[in-house]
């Protein structure tokens, strides 16, 4: 039911009825954690419909991830009703796929290619293949210059809008020069297989913008309310992007659009991905005549646990001080553990969760799971299951990664878009039907040759032209090329995505495969492909977003197996997972969980090593970014926080033990309650009791267990331990390659086995003393 424009004010404080009522000049709203910036944003937006006469259609949002996009439509619809419906509110990448499609006309002028309106989008995965086919043409040692690191700089490049061009130009010694090169070639190859990478979505969206004058004014004129939040995450060319649309008084006749964002550069946790607070601490320079508004009271956590907060980011050189309060009293104390092992803590946290419930505090919803890095999850996991505790894990070994759920879609991307190399070289031989390698690179051969497409040569083997392919591989070709068609002629002829999806996995015997097989791994691979079967009939259900009637006109009608897609590579980016029911306790990695809150937080491994990371201890930048990324962690919580850690954790096979993690010591210990440290431990964690769930007969406990798989099997299992990766042996004089410091040399040695160090000058980018256990990014040449 929509509300009156004053409903929308009511309860807010002076500070965030002044940024909703705001009018005309840009808007920052700067202010810490939990104190309403989120809620600011979506009462702005619910006054502009309510109370300024603004459509729906002139409002764009950005928001970090998809599931905030949502919650966000959700909550504007709850404050004005179904007209909400024609605002666009996503993420930077959809809301670019969402324009780019529209403007396929002048994106194909802008790359000079015929990039179709139905472009593939490759992800981090799809870009690395890609990257090591374009580094094996260029004959680049794969050790050397291993695909993830140039991956990693040509992304660099597009977060900083630089070019191909610009980039060999400004290619300083021998890495970037390389690099410069596969940027250049790695463009080409996405031309021709009419894809973008995520970076793309953004970087060519800014290029269409700038170089098609008329189509930056079309969509300032349309969206005269630009809002975005957590901008402190925005990297350069989401800056710019962000710029162009709401253009300048110099730019057009058009009045500037009305821009608010919002953000908390204490929050600022992807650095890695080029994202920078000089958005937020320049704020008032890049926008001339804007408006700051500061928020300091904080709605969301007990005193307790924001005096923690505010002590530990405290310890941040360079940051502007800002102190947060709260009504709501001191709440209960920090709850502190030390555990044996990393099994003890995860026994540690499923009891305190049992107990929890047990009382009636609260619900398996209401409680999350934090930890540094996805592998992290996996005891959590097995203690789990093992107590029949339901839960999902957000992130991490996601079901869109798993390779027969990869395979499927990558059919469906070749049916959707034929020139899709990536995808077409991924299923020509899966599953196995005679097409080897030395034929598939004979084809590649001829592509390059002749300069045609993968996909043309594919066609031309089909029909006897490349003499070089002994005519086995011809007839396996042909047979390949004619079931493509005649599965793309289900496509033409209008089916719908889950029956086509359904014929790719019978004719190609892919399922037949799996079903005949008794590995059981494969089992549970039939179940996922069955799950995304599922999902495609759901989307055709669902029918997509409502649009407005000027929008639904010119989205093409034959595009639904290219807007499936299009959904599931977006939605497969960054958080998420499709949502799963009610009460079941979260687990995520702390930078997931941004943005969100839980009455009850369990923040686990805090060790020097884990969290803060390995990487960051020698490195002040990036230890302040760490701490950033506890404050982050501390400050989801509501009521209770729990904060652990372990003397021994298994590190890629080894045990290790760590110390405790610096920002412990940063927390007035009069916040804390131990409730085991280190001089009380006990031996084995049998010392741990269970409560009466695990004590229950066999049956139920499976019962249990199994509904406890059943929330995870969506985003697929765990395939167990990780790769063993064993310490790296180092000496003076040792050339290494760091995955983000590049070449260096080894100046010094210290210490042994998992003491071992070693210096490392790496040029331009300084001298650094490095960690040399299992898990750094190094290698030797
Ligand atoms: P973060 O920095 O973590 O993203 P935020 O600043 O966006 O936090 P919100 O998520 O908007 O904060 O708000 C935190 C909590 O406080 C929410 O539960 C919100 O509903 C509540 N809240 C915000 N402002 C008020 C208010 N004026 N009165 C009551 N509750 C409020
Ligand atoms: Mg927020």
Same mark, same amino acid.
């Not at 404050?631 to 290790?656: D, E, F």
């Not at 066999?698 to 995870?712: P, V, Y």
């Given at each position: 039911?929509?509300?009156g424009?004053d409903?929308l004010?009511?309860?807010?404080?002076?500070q965030?009825?002044e940024?909703?009522?705001h009018?005309?000049?840009?808007?920052?709203?700067?202010?810490?954690?939990?104190s309403g910036k989120?809620?600011?944003?979506?009462?702005?937006i619910g006054y502009?419909?309510a109370a300024?006469?603004v459509?729906?259609?002139?409002?764009?949002?950005i928001?970090?991830?998809?599931?905030?996009?949502?919650?966000?439509?959700e909550?504007?619809t709850a404050?004005?009703?179904? #007209?909400?419906?024609?605002?666009?509110?996503?993420t930077?990448?959809?809301?670019?796929v969402?324009?780019?499609r529209?403007?396929?006309?002048?994106?194909?002028?802008?790359l000079?290619?015929?990039?179709s309106?139905?472009?593939?989008?490759y992800?981090?995965?799809?870009t690395?293949r890609?990257v090591?086919?374009?580094a094996?043409?260029?004959?680049?040692?794969p050790?050397?210059?291993?695909?993830?690191?140039?991956?990693?700089?040509v992304?660099?490049?597009k977060?900083e809008?630089?070019?191909p061009q610009?980039?060999?130009?400004l290619a300083?010694?021998?890495l970037?020069?390389?690099v410069?090169?596969?940027?250049?070639?790695?463009?080409?190859?996405?031309?021709?297989a009419?894809?973008?990478?995520f970076?793309?979505l953004i970087m060519?969206?800014?290029?269409?913008?700038?170089?098609?004058p008329?189509?930056?004014?079309?969509y300032r004129?349309?969206?005269?309310?630009?809002l975005?939040?957590?901008?402190?995450?925005t990297n350069?060319?989401q800056?710019?992007?962000?710029?162009?649309?709401?253009?300048?008084?110099? *730019?057009?006749?058009?009045?500037?659009?009305?821009?608010?964002?919002?953000?908390?550069?204490? /929050?600022?946790?992807?650095?890695?991905r080029?994202?920078?607070?000089?958005?937020?601490?320049?704020?008032?320079?890049?926008?001339p005549?804007?408006r700051?508004i500061?928020?300091e /009271?904080?709605?969301r956590?007990?005193?307790?646990i924001?005096?923690?907060?505010?002590?530990v980011?405290?310890?941040?050189?360079?940051?502007?001080?800002k102190?947060?309060?709260?009504?709501?009293?001191?709440?209960?104390k920090?709850?502190g553990?030390?555990?044996?092992?990393?099994?003890d803590?995860?026994a540690?946290?499923?009891?305190?969760?049992?107990?929890?419930?047990?009382?009636?505090?609260?619900?398996?919803?209401?409680?999350a799971?934090?930890?540094?890095?996805?592998?992290?999850?996996?005891v959590?996991?097995e203690?789990?299951? $093992?107590?029949?505790?339901p839960?999902?894990?957000?992130?991490?070994?996601?079901?869109y990664?798993?390779?027969?759920?990869?395979?499927a879609?990558?059919?469906l991307?070749?049916?959707?878009?034929?020139e899709d190399?990536?995808?077409?070289?991924?299923?020509?031989n899966?599953?196995?039907?005679?097409?080897?390698?030395?034929?598939?690179s004979?084809?590649?051969?001829?592509?390059?040759?002749?300069?045609?497409?993968?996909a043309?040569?594919?066609?031309e083997a089909?029909?006897?032209r490349?003499?070089?392919l002994?005519?086995?591989?011809?007839?396996?070709?042909?047979?390949f090329?004619d079931?493509?068609?005649?599965? $793309?002629?289900?496509?033409d002829?209008?089916?719908d995505?889950?029956?086509?999806?359904?014929?790719v996995?019978?004719?190609?015997?892919?399922?037949?495969?799996l079903?005949?097989?008794d590995?059981? /791994? *494969?089992?549970s691979?039939?179940d996922?492909?069955?799950?995304?079967?599922t999902?495609?009939?759901?989307?055709?259900?669902?029918?997509?977003?409502v649009?407005?009637?000027?929008?639904a006109?010119d989205?093409?009608?034959?595009?639904?197996?290219?807007a499936f897609l299009?959904r599931?590579?977006l939605?497969?980016?960054?958080?998420?997972?499709p949502?799963?029911g009610?009460?079941?306790v979260?687990l995520?990695?702390?930078h997931?969980?941004k943005g969100?809150?839980f009455p009850?937080?369990?923040?686990?491994?805090?060790?020097d090593g884990?969290?803060?990371?390995?990487r960051?201890?020698?490195e002040p930048?990036e230890?302040?970014?760490? #701490?950033r990324l506890?404050?982050v962690?501390?400050?989801?919580?509501?009521?209770?926080?729990?904060?652990?850690r372990?003397?021994?954790?298994?590190?890629?096979?080894?045990?290790?033990?760590?110390?405790a993690?610096r920002?412990?010591?940063?927390?007035?210990?009069?916040?804390?309650?131990?409730r085991?440290?280190?001089?009380e431990r006990?031996?084995?964690?049998?010392?741990t009791?269970? &409560?009466?769930?695990?004590?229950?007969? *066999?049956?139920?406990?499976?019962g249990?267990?199994? #509904?406890g798989?059943?929330?995870?099997?969506?985003?697929?299992?765990?395939?167990?331990g990780?790769?063993a990766?064993p310490?790296?042996?180092?000496?003076?004089?040792d050339?290494?390659n760091?995955?983000?410091y590049?070449? &260096?040399?080894?100046v010094?040695?210290?210490?042994?086995?998992?003491?071992?160090?070693?210096?490392?000058?790496?040029?331009?980018?300084?001298?650094i003393?490095?960690?040399l256990i299992?898990?750094?990014?190094?290698?030797?040449?």
């Amino acid at each position: 039911a929509a509300e009156g424009p004053d409903a929308l004010l009511d309860g807010l404080n002076p500070q965030q009825r002044e940024a909703v009522l705001h009018t005309g000049s840009p808007l920052l709203v700067v202010a810490g954690a939990g104190s309403g910036k989120t809620k600011v944003l979506t009462h702005r937006i619910g006054y502009l419909l309510a109370a300024r006469d603004v459509h729906p259609g002139q409002v764009m949002a950005i928001t970090f991830t998809n599931k905030a996009a949502a919650e966000m439509k959700e909550r504007v619809t709850a404050l004005v009703g179904p #007209r909400a419906n024609a605002m666009w509110v996503s993420t930077f990448h959809s809301m670019c796929v969402r324009l780019l499609r529209r403007e396929a006309k002048q994106l194909r002028e802008l790359l000079d290619s015929d990039m179709s309106s139905s472009f593939s989008i490759y992800d981090a995965d799809d870009t690395r293949r890609l990257v090591t086919l374009v580094a094996r043409d260029l004959d680049l040692d794969p050790k050397r210059y291993p695909a993830r690191t140039l991956a990693a700089h040509v992304s660099n490049h597009k977060n900083e809008l630089i070019d191909p061009q610009r980039a060999a130009a400004l290619a300083a010694g021998d890495l970037e020069r390389r690099v410069a090169e596969v940027y250049a070639a790695y463009q080409r190859r996405l031309g021709e297989a009419n894809a973008l990478d995520f970076d793309d979505l953004i970087m060519r969206t800014v290029q269409l913008l700038q170089a098609f004058p008329e189509v930056a004014e079309h969509y300032r004129r349309r969206f005269r309310h630009v809002l975005v939040d957590e901008y402190q995450d925005t990297n350069h060319a989401q800056y710019v992007l962000v710029r162009e649309l709401v253009g300048t008084e110099a *730019d057009s006749e058009v009045e500037p659009s009305e821009l608010c964002v919002v953000g908390d550069a204490d /929050q600022s946790i992807y650095a890695f991905r080029g994202a920078t607070i000089r958005n937020i601490v320049e704020f008032e320079r890049d926008f001339p005549n804007a408006r700051t508004i500061l928020l300091e /009271q904080n709605y969301r956590s007990t005193q307790t646990i924001l005096s923690a907060a505010n002590a530990v980011i405290a310890r941040n050189p360079n940051r502007r001080d800002k102190r947060l309060w709260t009504e709501a009293g001191d709440g209960h104390k920090i709850i502190g553990y030390v555990a044996d092992n990393e099994h003890d803590e995860a026994a540690f946290v499923a009891s305190e969760i049992d107990k929890l419930v047990d009382s009636g505090e609260c619900g398996n919803g209401d409680i999350a799971v934090f930890y540094r890095t996805n592998h992290q999850s996996r005891v959590f996991e097995e203690i789990f299951i $093992r107590l029949g505790l339901p839960y999902r894990v957000v992130g991490g070994v996601r079901f869109y990664e798993r390779r027969e759920v990869r395979d499927a879609l990558a059919y469906l991307r070749v049916l959707a878009n034929p020139e899709d190399t990536v995808s077409l070289r991924r299923i020509l031989n899966v599953p196995k039907r005679g097409i080897g390698d030395r034929a598939e690179s004979c084809v590649s051969a001829h592509a390059e040759r002749e300069r045609v497409s993968f996909a043309a040569a594919l066609r031309e083997a089909a029909a006897g032209r490349i003499p070089e392919l002994n005519p086995r591989s011809q007839r396996a070709i042909a047979g390949f090329v004619d079931l493509v068609d005649e599965l $793309r002629g289900l496509v033409d002829a209008g089916e719908d995505v889950a029956a086509v999806l359904d014929a790719v996995l019978d004719r190609t015997g892919y399922r037949a495969e799996l079903e005949a097989s008794d590995d059981p /791994q *494969d089992g549970s691979r039939l179940d996922n492909l069955t799950e995304l079967v599922t999902v495609a009939r759901e989307f055709t259900e669902g029918a997509g977003p409502v649009e407005e009637a000027e929008e639904a006109a010119d989205v093409p009608a034959q595009d639904s197996l290219a807007a499936f897609l299009e959904r599931v590579s977006l939605v497969a980016d960054s958080d998420s997972v499709p949502e799963q029911g009610e009460g079941v306790v979260t687990l995520m990695t702390l930078h997931t969980a941004k943005g969100l809150e839980f009455p009850v937080v369990f923040c686990t491994g805090w060790e020097d090593g884990v969290f803060p990371h390995l990487r960051a201890l020698s490195e002040p930048a990036e230890l302040a970014e760490e #701490r950033r990324l506890a404050y982050v962690g501390i400050t989801r919580a509501r009521q209770r926080l729990y904060l652990s850690r372990s003397l021994m954790r298994s590190a890629w096979g080894q045990p290790v033990t760590n110390p405790a993690s610096r920002f412990l010591d940063e927390i007035p210990h009069d916040l804390l309650d131990w409730r085991r440290v280190e001089s009380e431990r006990s031996g084995p964690s049998a010392a741990t009791t269970w &409560g009466r769930r695990s004590t229950g007969g *066999d049956s139920a406990q499976a019962g249990l267990a199994e #509904r406890g798989m059943r929330t995870t099997s969506f985003r697929g299992w765990r395939s167990g331990g990780e790769a063993a990766a064993p310490a790296l042996k180092l000496e003076v004089g040792d050339r290494v390659n760091h995955d983000k410091y590049g070449l &260096g040399t080894v100046v010094a040695t210290e210490g042994s086995g998992p003491r071992a160090t070693a210096t490392i000058d790496f040029g331009s980018a300084g001298t650094i003393k490095l960690m040399l256990i299992g898990g750094v990014p190094l290698v030797k040449l």
